[in-house]
């Protein structure tokens, strides 16, 4: 099994910065990717940012030049900064990994979602 723990959410005003952490613990081998997805009331999830173990990153048009995601120096940990945040950007934010177990198997895993309001 695989646990996420996920810190950071909070409330900020509109133009403020936060930054996200996960940190994945378990039985892991090799996680790629590791992401963040949100969910607005009434929409669906979608995803924020994403990074591989090589290190290369897919962002949501809507966020990019005011999100940077990275993966800590242990690789088992994600963060995601938030800046010149923007009403719009209010949702849970969920952490997400994939863990492969072997050659074309795989688990993904989610946290438990943190929440992220932009208001003033």
């Known amino acids: 099994q695989v646990q996420l723990v996920e810190s950071g959410g909070g409330l900020v005003q509109p133009g403020g910065s936060l930054r996200l952490s996960c940190a994945a613990s378990?039985?892991?081998?090799?996680?790629?990717?590791m992401g963040w997805y949100r969910q607005a009331p009434g929409k669906q999830r979608e995803l924020v940012a994403r990074?591989?173990?090589?290190?290369?990153?897919d962002y949501a048009d809507s966020v990019k030049g005011r999100f940077t995601i990275s993966r800590g120096n242990t690789k088992n940990s994600v963060y995601l900064q938030m800046n010149s945040l923007k009403p719009e950007d209010t949702a849970v934010y969920y952490c997400?990994?994939?863990?492969?177990?072997?050659?074309?198997?795989?688990?993904?895993?989610w946290g438990q979602g943190t929440q992220v309001t932009v208001s003033s």
């Open positions: 997400n990994v994939r863990v492969w177990r072997r050659l074309g198997v795989w688990d993904d895993y």
């Open positions: 378990g039985t892991i081998s090799s996680i790629n990717p």
């Open positions: 990074i591989t173990s090589g290190g290369g990153t």
